[in-house]
Structures are given as structure tokens and as C-alpha cells.
């Protein structure tokens, strides 16, 4: 089974520049999450959907940051314009709803905003 | 105060030795889940246990166990004959909530670096 999918691995662009993060999730998953790992502050949550809907965002760091799950196979997640201080690992991640089932995540990634 | 506390930055074991790596939480939830991923260097976020709050049995997944003592409010990841592929990052989660969650938000450990030695 192909697990979650994200795209591009990585990432380098110029400050003030827009930024299009994209995962695929499980077939069948109806959670999606976003994180973004630092060194600095770990692994924080950014966001996740239920069915498509964002359901807790309040771990978007400022408006510069959106995220849209247009249907149950496709996510993204913007910046622009984007700051060196937004360099990180970006994680996409799915879950399936049922009971304790853990959340499953993609390869991430790499942003460096030069 | 932290809802998850991995006190370990860094440990080095030997090869085929048993390593105990801590987590411990804080929550005032009865209905909670605790789970454990594995970060080899290449930086994919591997999930290798979960325990929830209300299981009577500590969780066993091949050579992972979770030494879970709830009184205490510790969740510890135990490997077993630790291989040269076991060196990672280990991060312990928890996920609060009532029945079937109803948050499904993880928070996680500042994780642990564990590097075996052959």
C-alpha cells in the first residue's frame, strides 16, 4: 500500500517568494495533518483536517500560512511570502478515524528560504 | 509545564544489549493514547507503539515494548537486543481526549537520540 506522499522533498527558494507544499494521503484516511519540525521548537502541529475540513489551525504561525484540503486525496499547504525563518521540515501526515490508529506520515519536506 | 518530558537528549548503547528510553506526560484526561515513532537519519517519522490509557497489558510490537505505569505517568519504550538499525531519534506522543479522542491532536517529545555502538 502506498503510504503518504509528499512533494517536492525539497525545497530552496529566495525570501519572499510563494511556496506550495503538497501530500496525498492514505486512500481511505480521513484526518490529514500538518507539522513543521525545528530544531529549536521540535515537531509542532499546524493544522489538520477531518473530511476535508480544517478543523484546528490555531499552530499556523501567522496569516502568511494557509492550507487547503480541496478533496480526500490532495492537500496543500502555502507560505507567501515565505522568511528564511520559515526553513524547516514539513510533514504531512494521515490517520484513519477508527479507535487508536496512529497517525502515518510522509517522507516531509526540506525548506531552506535563502 | 510540558505535556511530554523525554529527559534523555542522547543515549549510546552497546549492540545487543536491551536500552530503556523515558517519557513521561502529563494530562488530566482519563481517556488518553500514548504512541512512539522512530526518526532514522534520513528523517522519515516511523510509528512503533501505541498504549492507550485504559489497556490493562502493556503494549509488545516484535523487539518494542512500552513499560507503561500509569500511576506514575510514564510511558517508557523498551528495544530489546538493540541492532546497529536502531540508531535514531525516538519521540514519544500523546494524544488526549474522551471517548474515540474526539481531539486528535499529538504532542510531542523533544526526543531522545539513541546511537548503538557495534
Known amino acids: 500500500d502506498a503510504g503518504v506522499i509528499q512533494s517536492p522533498r525539497h525545497e530552496v527558494t529566495e525570501m519572499g517568494q510563494e511556496v506550495t507544499l503538497r501530500c496525498k494521503p492514505i486512500s481511505g484516511h480521513d484526518y490529514l495533518f500538518w507539522y513543521r519540525q525545528t530544531m529549536m521548537r521540535g515537531l509542532e502541529l499546524l493544522i489538520y483536517?477531518?473530511?476535508?475540513?480544517?478543523?484546528?489551525d490555531s499552530g499556523m504561525p501567522e496569516d502568511r500560512f494557509s492550507a487547503k484540503m480541496p478533496n480526500a486525496s490532495f492537500s496543500t499547504l502555502k507560505i507567501q511570502p515565505s522568511e528564511p525563518r520559515d526553513s524547516a521540515v514539513y510533514f504531512c501526515?494521515?490517520?484513519?478515524?477508527?479507535?487508536?490508529?496512529?497517525?502515518?506520515f510522509g517522507d516531509g519536506t526540506r525548506l531552506s528560504i535563502l | 509545564a510540558q505535556k511530554i518530558t523525554q529527559t534523555q537528549p542522547g543515549m549510546f548503547v552497546q549492540e545487543k544489549e536491551a536500552v530503556t528510553l523515558d517519557c513521561t506526560y502529563d494530562?488530566?484526561?482519563?481517556?488518553?493514547?500514548l504512541f512512539w515513532y522512530k526518526q532514522p537519519s534520513s528523517g522519515e517519522m516511523i510509528f512503533l507503539i501505541y498504549q492507550g490509557s485504559y489497556d490493562e497489558q502493556n503494549a509488545t510490537e516484535g523487539r518494542y515494548s512500552l513499560n507503561f505505569q500509569k500511576a506514575r505517568k510514564s510511558a517508557n519504550l523498551v528495544i530489546s537486543a538493540s541492532q546497529l538499525g536502531d540508531s535514531a531519534m525516538y519521540f514519544c506522543a500523546m494524544r488526549e481526549g474522551g471517548s474515540n479522542f474526539g481531539n486528535e491532536k499529538l504532542t510531542f517529545g523533544t526526543g531522545t537520540r539513541l546511537t548503538i555502538i557495534p
Open positions: 494530562t488530566s484526561d482519563q481517556s488518553y493514547g
Open positions: 501526515a494521515s490517520m484513519l478515524g477508527r479507535g487508536n490508529q496512529p497517525q502515518h
Open positions: 483536517f477531518n473530511n476535508n475540513v480544517p478543523i484546528d
